[in-house]
Every structure is written in structure tokens, then in C-alpha cells.
């Protein structure tokens, strides 16, 4: 929200001074006089604008027609509105107090002051109509509200008549309090009424009527109901009804007739009580009608005799009187004095003082039980505690030609009503300013106190003398009491009378001799003295009274109680002016306690016209109500005002600090929050115990933000509730969730259970079967196993029978024959085979004898090679076996390689064939020879020179080979087996052979041997076998070839064999072609 502003832009939606004719505020008026207060009234009067406000008073003009401002339209309007937010209107006020009796529990009152004929009767009625509008609703509420307002069309018929001022005005003093409960529902009423102006009944001025209801009755009530209580229509036909203005313009007395019963019912009246107070009304009227003749009698005195009995007689009937008793207490009265009983007679004067007296005493009684009868029916019914708003609509300041004692009591009554009003307004408001020290220019006003000590001062008040001279023994008239007024009162500024001592006043014509002035705060008002004593006295003869208790209409007997003679009381009842000054007394100090709201009514014209307004009827009105003072006052002063403590704790809300609680004092808090809602400084100012608003702007801006604020909490609130609701019943749903879930899951798992129960009895049924049929299966086989085996026992039997008994058949013989020849001819053959012998070599074998023993023939015969064969293995000896590996090595390196070899197969391998041990000729070579000899023999050693040999003695040991002189035996050549590289031999059949030399070994220094043997197969065989052993080589080359180099010494020599004519024997010779070559011719063969 923004900060409080006072200027015009300040957000609010409407303001009274939207569209406003002149101005709406009094407070605002520039500048304020008199004259611009009335123009400007006068200007918003001319634009149908009849309220005003001065700050929070209301001012209305009595527009003498009906406007258009009081539809439901328009309360809905100003309803729960600001003050000032809307244009002036009774409404607001209305809507204001409601509101703050309401919310702030605040009692009210409302306090409707004016003229006769302001419109206050109006004006409680608009303010009654709008709350009972606005308040709560509801068929009892509505009740109670009904019965409120119907209590006014019913108190307006017996106590409204029609004055020179106001064709309606009211003749009796209302005070209204209408009782809510907390809530602002009505719960009932309380209303007081104060002195009616009963003088009427009997007497009405010029122009002036009786009350509303005499000629309601005669104009609307049935012709039935007329006659039932013996009455004629004709108005004309009743002394106490004003002839000249019976019929009043823009009253239909018919219509209100019915809408008063209506309305009595309403409120409740009972049928026979409504007809009660009818008969009295008619009662009244009758009385009048009584009238009385003077009858001499005897002592001289004149007795009154009633004339016409009919009219009595009537009237007896009607309420149960006896004739008689009646008749006697017009004629006879009764004084009691000292105990002692006198009876006098009545003079005519007196009879029609009597029956006057009568009259008005039964009609104010029949008034006051209306009151307290309607009071009964509208009272609260509950004890509880209630805020109550108070209507005040009491009788306006009158002056009239004429004015009696009533006027002196109504207009002392609005003496009193302004002094309240100057109570609470001004000089309240400026002593306040002052008690609470806040800055203050005094403001002059008249202060009316004055007027109120004189008429009710207690010791010499005016009201005081009238009732001294009414108790005071002796003489007592009207003239007496003026005496005692003229020298009591005679310094007192507002009294004035011409017998006064004071000589200002004893050329004053227009004070006559009779009367005295009251200069009242609204004017001067003259009044005759005539009638005040007796009025004061208010005196109705025990007799009369008597007489009415006698009567068996029991509504009359309730009214008259005095009348019962079982108690007589000899005190005088309280004069009139003692009991209304008391009522007012208590009235006053009851207002005094409520929170104040004043409408001011003012009547524009004295013609009850629309549009005409008299400047200086209003003038005067404005004048004597101070107005124009009020308004100074207010604009001096602080429009709001309020104890701190009670500010605090209704904005506390605006401010963080303050809210929820504010620990310190008030005051501080107060300020803490108004600078916080950034306040202007101008616009309050802190007094004692309370914080003073100039402006009530600042407070309505207070208050927006202040209900803004309380919506928010409300919505706090309800968000709270709504959640603590929501979480109940989600805590409800989840615990019903959980009943339900288990339920469902029990439901659930019993439907799953029963399938599961099912599936596993098919499943079971299936397997018990499947297990039956395995087991018939099987049972099946087993038996025709058994089948089986029976079968096959019978057939094997069978066989076994026949089997034995085969042979006993001749169809069996050709087997027999044909294995029987097969063993034959085995044998046969076997037996063949013996020819064969025992040697290897052997490869005969005897012919196959059949064909089909092809595969066998065969196999024998090479298993029995293979047997042959090891069997002739078995008979070597070591030595043999190792000759025999010697052969089959020489026939491994020779064999289809030298044409030698197979000559020398048959030729066993000796070895030493020079017998080198046993020979002693080689005794000494043998014993050089370290290592046993292997072979010893006999060799050529071929001459390179002529290729001769010359012999040599050829010694082979496991190491090397040794070369000897054959005759010496000495050792030419020792090579280690080492240094042989290869030997060469040729294809032919010679016994050439070369052993040939590692070249670079220490032996082939001397160059290759070329030699020739007899055993050159044998030479060579054990050299390839001891020298690869001995050399620890793979082999020793043996080349075999017809041509190869010879190293000899220096030289290579070709040796080259040649296959030549045998020359010199079957011997091979060797012969040198050159240098280079050696030829070998071989014989051959
Ligand atoms: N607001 C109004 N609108 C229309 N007419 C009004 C209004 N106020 C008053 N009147 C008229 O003025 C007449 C007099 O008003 P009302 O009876 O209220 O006066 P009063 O102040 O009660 O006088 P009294 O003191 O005599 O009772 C009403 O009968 C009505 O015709
Ligand atoms: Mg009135």
C-alpha cells in the first residue's frame, strides 16, 4: 500500500468530493461565515442535496417530498463504505455507527435534534431501516427486525398528530435502543417513551388534530367494528376531534388504519388486545361527548348532572362500568383528610375538569402500556452480553402562539439535547485538547448550560418553584407560581417576565401580564402560566379512578391501579415535571455513555413545501444550533481520536513491529507504527493518553490498509485451516487407502491363490497321468518282454531240439561230406609242405594245390621264411656274426659298384693273413705296433716313377694304418685314421685302390698311397668301418671311379683305368703314360 497521502490523488475510488455541489464537508468551506454556511446549504438544498456534513455531524434539510436516495440500491452502496468515500448521506452515518458498533464494540446512540418538522421521525426511521437492512439475516433475525420497525407505524398512531408544523409530528419523546448480538444480529429493543402530550386528547390549537388514531379509527375500522365498539363515523359527532383540519391533505387515515393493525399483529398483539385498546380509544372518545348541566341545589352550590346519559351509558358498556359509579364520580368527589372522609360535590367546571382529566390520563396510560406491551414483545430474548445503538427522536423545540407547560417541558427537554451535544462536541472536545496537552486555540460558542440550571436547578430552578407551589398548603394558581417565578428568577439573564422587578422588561408589550420568556439557546419563547399548576399536578380524583378499577375491562383496570381500594395510598404521586426531569436526568447519563453520532435536522420553509428555502428560518435554525461554531471547532481540531492502547491494537497490523504484540507502552508503539506506515508528521499529534488525527483521510487510509491487512490474514487463516482440513482428510484417504490396498490384496491374492490352485491340480492331474501312462508303458513292454522271452525260449527250445535232433536227419549229411573233404585236403596240403628245406637261400615253395587257398599259401610261405631265416640266425657265434657285418658292408659299398666284389664273396674275411703273431719274423713289428692289429696283409706300393709296385706290409689297428717293409718289417708309414680323407677305387675288377690324405695333416707331407691287394674288398670294408669308428666321423668317402688324382708329393697324377687285352696274365698293369698320368688296363673278363 502507498503511504498515507492527504493530497486529492490519493487512491481512493470515490470520495465525497466526487461531483460535489458546493461543498459536502462543512470543514472544508472557504471562507466560513454565516452567510457562505447558509449559501451553501441553500445551493446543495436547490440540487436535491439535503445532507451535509460538519466532520462526522450530519446536517439534513427536510426536502418536503420523496427523493430518490433511499432504494435498496443506494444502501448497498454505502454499505461497509468510508465515511467520507461517497457522497453525504444519512446512510453513511448510519453505516458508520453500525460498523463501529460492531467491530469495535462500541455502543451508539444516535442523536436526531431539530425543529418540528426537521424530519427526525424521518431520519430514525432511515437510520432503522438501513441497519435492519444491512445487519444479519436469517428468519429469526428477520423477525425481531420486522417487529422493530412495525413498532413505529403503531407508536405514530397514538402518539403523532398533526400541528400547525408538521402534519405528522411527533408528540412524545422516543428513545430507542435496539440490541445486537456480537455478530451485529439484532437480538431486540428497548423503547422509552417521554411524556406524551396528552393536553391533545381533550384540546387541540387551532389547525391542529387530535392524535392520528381517533380518526384512523372512525375512517378505516370496519362498519362492524364501529358498531362493536359503538361508534359513528362522522368525526363531526366527537367534541374531542377538531373539526376544521380532520381530513389533512396527503393522508389517507383509512389506509394507515390498516397498516397499523397490520403492524400491531406484527409486533404481536393478541386479537382480543387489539380490540382492548380500540374500545378504550372509542372509550375517549366517548368520554368526551359526556357533558354536564348545573343542578341547583339546596345549600346554593351549583352540582353537575350529566346531560345526555347515552353517550354514559355507552360508554359504561363498553367497558364494563357500572352506570352509576361513573355517573357519581362526575358529580361527587371524595377528599380524605386526617383519616377522615368527606364527600363534595362537583360544579360543572369541575365535572369537565374531571372528565378531561379522565380522558388524557387514560389515553397517556393506554400510551404507555402500547410502550411497555410492544417492549414486551421486542425485548432480547437472550441474557448474553449486547452492544446496543440508540435512536433518540425526541419532540423538536416548538414555539407557538400559545405555549403551555408541554412546551416548556419539550423545549427544555432540547435545552437538555443541546447541552449534550455542546457536552461532547465542543466543549468536550476543546477541554480534551486541553487534558491531553496537546496545542489549542480556544474557540468561543454559547454554552446553554445556563438555560438547562434555570428551568432545572434543584433550589431555584423554575421547574423546582412549580413543584413547590404545587405541594405548598393554601391557594395555589397559576399567579402564584409566576409571583414566586418573578422574584426568584428575576436576575437571571434568560428570564424575563413584565412583573419582573427588573425594569427592563416593564415596557415590553410583547410580554404579557400573564406569561414569562425563556430566552431557550433556539430562540425566545413566551409561555402562559395559565394550566402549569394543574398540569404539573396531573390530578385525576380517587373516585375516577375508583371508578375505572371497578370496571370488568380488564385492560382498564391494568391502567388504572391507584384505583384499587385495597391500596390507597395517601402520598401524592410525583408531579409531572418532577418525573420527566428525572427520565431526562437518566436519558442524558445513558447518551453520556455511548459513542455519539448527531443528525441535525433543519426545516428550509414553515410552509411543509419542497423547494422553497427560507434564508433566514434556516439562518436562525443554523444560529441557535451552533453549527457554524462546530465547524470551527472541528477545523481548528483533530477529527480523530483515539487511547493509544486501543489505536495500537487496531493497526497494529500495519506495522511489523507492532505485529503480533508490542511489548512497551502504547504511546511508543503508536509512534513506532504511524512512522512506519510513513504518516505525515502534520497530520497527528500525541497527547496524553490518546493520538489525535487531524485528518480523517489519514484514518480512512488507516483503515483501508487495515481491512487490505485483515484479508491477508484471513486468507492466512483459511489457508491454515484449509490445510489442517486437507491433511485430515488426506490422512483419512491414506487410512482408508490402507483398508481398502489390504482388502484388495487379500481379494487379490485369494483370486491368484485359487488360479495357483487350479493351475496346480491340472498340472498335478497332467503329471499323475503323464507318470500312470509311463507306468502302463512300461507294465506294457515288461509283459510283452515276457511275450518275448517266452516266444524266444520256445523258439530257442525249438532250435536246441532240432539241433540235437539234426543229425538224426539225412538232409545234414552233405555238410558233414563237404567239411570232412575240406580237412582232407588240408591235411594234404600241410603234409606237402614238408618237402621244403631248412635253408634261407632256398626259394622253393610248392605249387598251390586250390585256389581258395591263395591268401593262406602265401602267408605260410612267408612266415616260414621269416622262421627259417631266424632259425639259421641262431646258429652264429660273436665272431661270425661280426664277419658276416663286414660282408654285408662290403656288399653294402661294392655291390654292382666294382666288378671285383662278387668274386670275392666267397672269400671269408681272415684279417691277419701274415699270421703277425705267431710269425716271428714280424716279432718285431708286432710288439711296435701299440693297439691290437686288425688286418695284416701283404701290399703293392705302386712307384709313381714306371708304375711298378713294390711290396709292403699293409697293418690296420683300431687308429691307424701302418706301412712296413716287408722284409725289415720296418715301419714306412704310420697314419692316424684321422688323416685319411677318402680312398678311390675303380669300377673294374682290379685291386688297385688310393688312399688319399687330409691335405694340410702332418701325414700328407709324403703325399697318397696308390696301392694294389689280393683283399682290396676286405682292405677297404675295414677301413670304412675302423676309421669312420676311429675318426669319429659320418664316413670315409670311398670314391669309386675309373679316373682319379693322385697327390704325389708335389704332383698330381691321374690315374686312369682302361679295360685292355690281358697282357701279362689275367693281372692288371699298371704302366706311367707322362708325367701326369697312369694307365690301368684291366683284362676283361
Ligand atoms: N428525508 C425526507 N424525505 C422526504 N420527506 C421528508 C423527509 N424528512 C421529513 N420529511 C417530511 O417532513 C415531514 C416531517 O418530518 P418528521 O415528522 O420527521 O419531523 P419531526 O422532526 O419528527 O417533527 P416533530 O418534532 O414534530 O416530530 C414528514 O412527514 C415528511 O413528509
Ligand atoms: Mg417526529
Avoid at 126 to 139: E, P
Avoid at 217 to 231: I, N, Q, V, W, Y
Avoid at 460 to 469: T, W
Avoid at 578 to 594: D, Y
Amino acid at each position: 500500500p502507498s503511504p498515507v497521502d492527504t493530497n486529492p490523488s490519493m487512491e481512493v475510488k470515490t470520495s465525497l468530493l466526487d461531483n460535489m455541489i458546493g461543498v459536502g464537508d462543512m470543514v472544508l468551506l472557504e471562507p466560513l461565515n454565516e452567510d457562505s454556511f447558509i449559501m451553501n446549504l441553500r445551493n446543495r438544498f436547490d440540487h436535491n442535496e439535503i445532507y451535509t456534513y460538519i466532520g462526522s455531524v450530519v446536517i439534513s434539510m427536510n426536502p418536503y417530498r420523496s427523493l430518490p436516495i433511499y432504494t435498496p440500491q443506494k444502501v448497498e452502496e454505502y454499505r461497509n463504505r468510508n465515511f467520507y468515500e461517497l457522497s453525504p448521506h444519512i446512510y453513511a452515518l448510519a453505516d458508520e455507527a453500525y460498523r463501529s458498533l460492531r467491530d469495535q464494540d462500541k455502543d451508539q446512540c444516535i442523536l436526531i435534534t431539530g425543529e418540528s418538522g426537521a424530519g427526525k421521525t424521518e431520519a430514525s426511521k432511515l437510520v432503522m431501516s438501513y441497519v435492519a437492512a444491512v445487519c444479519g439475516k436469517g428468519q429469526e433475525v428477520n423477525k425481531v427486525k420486522e417487529q422493530l420497525l412495525q413498532s413505529n407505524p403503531v407508536l405514530e398512531a397514538f402518539g403523532n398528530a398533526k400541528t400547525m408544523r408538521n402534519d405528522n409530528s411527533s408528540r412524545f419523546g422516543k428513545y430507542m435502543d435496539i440490541e445486537f448480538d456480537f455478530k451485529g444480529d439484532p437480538l431486540g429493543g428497548v423503547i422509552s417513551n417521554y411524556l406524551l402530550e396528552k393536553s391533545r386528547v381533550c384540546k387541540q390549537p387551532r389547525g391542529e388534530r387530535n392524535f392520528h388514531i381517533f380518526y384512523q379509527l372512525l375512517s378505516g375500522a370496519s362498519d362492524d367494528t364501529l358498531m362493536k365498539l359503538k361508534l359513528d363515523r362522522d368525526f363531526s359527532k366527537y367534541n374531542y376531534l377538531s373539526l376544521d383540519s380532520a381530513n389533512v391533505n396527503g393522508l389517507d387515515d383509512a389506509a394507515s388504519f390498516r397498516t397499523v393493525r397490520n403492524a400491531m399483529q406484527i409486533v404481536g398483539f393478541m386479537e382480543a388486545e387489539v380490540q382492548s385498546v380500540l374500545e378504550l380509544v372509542a372509550a375517549v372518545l366517548k368520554l368526551g361527548n359526556i357533558e354536564f348541566k348545573p343542578e341547583s341545589r339546596v345549600n346554593g352550590f351549583d352540582e353537575s348532572r350529566v346531560k345526555d346519559k347515552n353517550d354514559l351509558k355507552e360508554m359504561c358498556e363498553l367497558l364494563g362500568i357500572e352506570q352509576s359509579v361513573l355517573e357519581r364520580a362526575f358529580s361527587y368527589r371524595t377528599v380524605e383528610a386526617k383519616m377522615e372522609k368527606m364527600s363534595t360535590t362537583l360544579n360543572v367546571a369541575q365535572a369537565y375538569y374531571a372528565r378531561d382529566a379522565l380522558a388524557k390520563n387514560l389515553y397517556s396510560r393506554l400510551f404507555s402500556w402500547l410502550v411497555t406491551r410492544i417492549n414486551e414483545s421486542i425485548k432480547a430474548q437472550a441474557k448474553t452480553r449486547h452492544k446496543v445503538m440508540g435512536v433518540l427522536d425526541i419532540y423538536g423545540f416548538e414555539i407557538f402562539e400559545d405555549n403551555s407547560f408541554e412546551q416548556f417541558i419539550i423545549n427544555y427537554c432540547n435545552e437538555k439535547l443541546q447541552q449534550i451535544f455542546i457536552e461532547l462536541t465542543l466543549r468536550e472536545e476543546q477541554e480534551e485538547y486541553i487534558r491531553e496537552d496537546i496545542e489549542w486555540t480556544n474557540i468561543e460558542y454559547f454554552n446553554n448550560a445556563v438555560i438547562c440550571d434555570l428551568i432545572e436547578n434543584n433550589q431555584n430552578g423554575i421547574l423546582a418553584m412549580l413543584d413547590e407551589e404545587c405541594l405548598r398548603p393554601g391557594t395555589v394558581t397559576d399567579d402564584t407560581f409566576l409571583d414566586k417565578l418573578n422574584t426568584i428568577c428575576a436576575e437571571h439573564q434568560h428570564f424575563e417576565s413584565r412583573l419582573n422587578k427588573n425594569s427592563k422588561f416593564l415596557t415590553d408589550h410583547s410580554l404579557p401580564h400573564s406569561c414569562f420568556r425563556i430566552q431557550h439557546y433556539a430562540g425566545k419563547v413566551l409561555y402562559r402560566v395559565e394550566g402549569f399548576v394543574d398540569k404539573n399536578n396531573d390530578l385525576l380524583y380517587r373516585d375516577l379512578s375508583q371508578a375505572m378499577y371497578k370496571a370488568t375491562h380488564s385492560l382498564m383496570r391494568q391502567l388504572f391501579p391507584e384505583g384499587n381500594p385495597a391500596k390507597v395510598n395517601l402520598k401524592r404521586p410525583p408531579t409531572a415535571g418532577f418525573q420527566f426531569k428525572a427520565s431526562v436526568g437518566v436519558l442524558m447519563k445513558n447518551l453520556q455513555t455511548k459513542n455519539p453520532n448527531y443528525i441535525r435536522c433543519i426545516k428550509p420553509n414553515d410552509k411543509k413545501v419542497a423547494h422553497i428555502f427560507t434564508d433566514s428560518l434556516v439562518c436562525h435554525q443554523v444560529r441557535y444550533l451552533g453549527l457554524v461554531e462546530n465547524v470551527r471547532v472541528r477545523r481548528a481540531g483533530y477529527a480523530f481520536r483515539q487511547p493509544y492502547e486501543s489505536c495500537l491494537e487496531r493497526y497494529k497490523m500495519l506495522c511489523k513491529k507492532t505485529w503480533p504484540h508490542w511489548r512497551g507502552p502504547a504511546r511508543d508503539g503508536v509512534e513506532v507504527l504511524l512512522t512506519d506506515c510513513s504518516v505525515p508528521t502534520e497530520e497527528f499529534a500525541y497527547g496524553r493518553s490518546k493520538i489525535f488525527i487531524r485528518n480523517p483521510r489519514t484514518l480512512f487510509t488507516l483503515e483501508e490498509r487495515r481491512r487490505a491487512c485483515l484479508e491477508d490474514l484471513a486468507t492466512l487463516i483459511q489457508k491454515i485451516y484449509r490445510g489442517w482440513k486437507s491433511r485430515t482428510h488426506f490422512l483419512l484417504l491414506k487410512k482408508s487407502q490402507v483398508v481398502v490396498a489390504a482388502w484388495y490384496r487379500r481379494y487379490a491374492q485369494q483370486n491368484k491363490y485359487q488360479k495357483i490352485k487350479s493351475a496346480t491340480l491340472v498340472m498335478q492331474s497332467f503329471i499323475r497321468g503323464w507318470k500312470a501312462r509311463n507306468i502302463l508303458r512300461q507294465l506294457k513292454y515288461e509283459k510283452r518282454c515276457k511275450e518275448a522271452v517266452t516266444t524266444i525260449a520256445a523258439y530257442w527250445h525249438g532250435t536246441q531240439v532240432r539241433r540235437e535232433y539234426r543229425k538224426f536227419f539225412r538232409a545234414n549229411a552233405g555238410k558233414k561230406i563237404y567239411d570232412f573233404t575240406i580237412q582232407r585236403i588240408m591235411q594234404k596240403y600241410f603234409l606237402g609242405l614238408k618237402t621244403t628245406t631248412m635253408s634261407p637261400m632256398d626259394n622253393s615253395w610248392p605249387a598251390k594245390p586250390y585256389g581258395f587257398l591263395e591268401g593262406a599259401h602265401t602267408q605260410l610261405r612267408r612266415i616260414f621264411h621269416l622262421w627259417r631265416c631266424k632259425k639259421y640266425r641262431g646258429q652264429f657265434t660273436e665272431e661270425k656274426k661280426a664277419v658276416y657285418e663286414e660282408k654285408l658292408e662290403a656288399s653294402e659299398i661294392f655291390k654292382d659298384k666294382k666288378a671285383l666284389y662278387p668274386s670275392s664273396v666267397s672269400q671269408p674275411f681272415k684279417g691277419d693273413y701274415l699270421e703277425i703273431q705267431k710269425n716271428p719274423k714280424y716279432q718285431k713289428l708286432n710288439s711296435a705296433m701299440e693297439e691290437k692289429v686288425l688286418l695284416a696283409d701283404l701290399v703293392n706300393k705302386i712307384n709313381r716313377a714306371n708304375g711298378k709296385g713294390s711290396p709292403r706290409l699293409f697293418l690296420l689297428t683300431k687308429s691307424n694304418f701302418v706301412l712296413a717293409d716287408q722284409k725289415t718289417g720296418q715301419v714306412k708309414a704310420s697314419v692316424p685314421l684321422p688323416d685319411l680323407a677318402s680312398v678311390s677305387v675303380s669300377t673294374q675288377s682290379d685291386g688297385f685302390f688310393a688312399l688319399k690324405l687330409k691335405e694340410g695333416s702332418a701325414s700328407a707331407s709324403k703325399g697318397d698311397f696308390l696301392l694294389s691287394s689280393e683283399h682290396l674288398i676286405e682292405i677297404i670294408t675295414k677301413l670304412h668301418r675302423i676309421g669312420t669308428t676311429a675318426a669319429d666321423r659320418d664316413q670315409i668317402n670311398i670314391d669309386i671311379s675309373d679316373e682319379f688324382l693322385v697327390q704325389f708329393k708335389q704332383d698330381k697324377v691321374c690315374v686312369k683305368f682302361i679295360q685292355g687285352g690281358p697282357k701279362n696274365g689275367n693281372s692288371a698293369a699298371c704302366k706311367r703314360k707322362n708325367n701326369r698320368l697312369l694307365e690301368v688296363s684291366v683284362p676283361s673278363p
